[in-house]
């Protein structure tokens, strides 16, 4: 009878609990921005891709930008919409839900909160 | 032979061990084990996990010999395999309430039983034992085990798996279990609260995957559980 294996999955889970440390300490940094933008889409219950002209129409109104997209470069501009005010945007493209490469690529997201 | 079948089987070959004291069914056959009449529809894995405290290791290790049907791995004595297709897989897992960070995980060396002793297992805690076919199983109170899966990191196929363990628990949570949940939340350092909240996020954004049960329709439970973790006032 052996350890060896126990022994290397004991050393596999102090190790990721040391690299949990250390993505806790830079949760302010650049680590947590991704934290930080799970989060927001997290809140959401659909997200759409739309063009920069809506996007600024949305500001212009009032409503805020997700702090979390100026932090990301390029920046993206996530804005949560009322259903009723995503309804009237031309541009919107439904994104599924995701960090995937659509969600990625959309410079401008609007989202719409549960 | 369907997979409750052989769940069941298995927890009966391992019931005198089951019936020591602290021994818990822990891990990704629990809510299997929670639904009603345990009917097992939320596979993820094909093996059981069993906590064993490190209080009562020599105990188990005194029954393990009479049992039928399973034999240690020669590779990896702690988990215990089939010597039928009707039957899975046992890992024993070792929980001392001395550890709770990952960090302090070990190894309990034995001869006959070493057992990996799990930091976070010790959020685990014995709900009454719930009753199958006559069969006594030992389960955890929800919230802990959905806790303990929570604070566990890990990566890459395992790590998305112990995450639909976590959402098959949170289907069955009821207002007191998200409360229970909630409190022991609280109870947690900064650091591993947050891997409570970022393993949420992570839950909330995975893709379905064949076989295990699609987190999509329960965004919106993992986005509320969220919320009311974060509205305990623990760092945001």
Sequence with gaps: ?114 | MEFRKRLLATLRAIEPVLRVEGVLVVGSEVPNLLEAGAASTLVVSQDVDIGVPVSVHAEVKRILPSLRGLKPSPEEPSVWLPETPALIEVNFLGMDPSRLDAADTYVLKDTVLPLLVFGPLSLIRAAPPIDVDGLHIPVPRLAGLLIEKLVTDRTGEKGDRDLLVALGLITLATEADFANAANLFVSLSGELRHTVRSNLTVLSLLDPRPGMPDPRPQRQAVAALLARLEATGAEQ
């Design chain 1, 1 to 114: 009878m052996t350890t060896v294996a126990l022994e290397r999955r004991a050393r596999e889970a102090r190790s990721r609990a040391a690299v949990r440390a250390w993505q806790y300490r830079q949760r302010h940094h650049a680590h947590g921005v991704w934290f930080g933008l799970r989060r927001i889409l997290t809140q959401a219950a659909e997200a759409y891709a739309i063009d920069a002209v809506e996007a600024g129409a949305l500001l212009d109104e009032g409503m805020l930008a997700e702090p979390v997209g100026s932090k990301l470069e390029p920046p993206k501009t996530v804005i949560f919409v009322p259903q009723a005010r995503l309804a009237t945007l031309v541009s919107r493209r439904a994104l599924p839900l995701r960090l995937g490469g659509e969600m990625l690529e959309a410079r401008c997201i609007a989202l719409v909160r549960w």
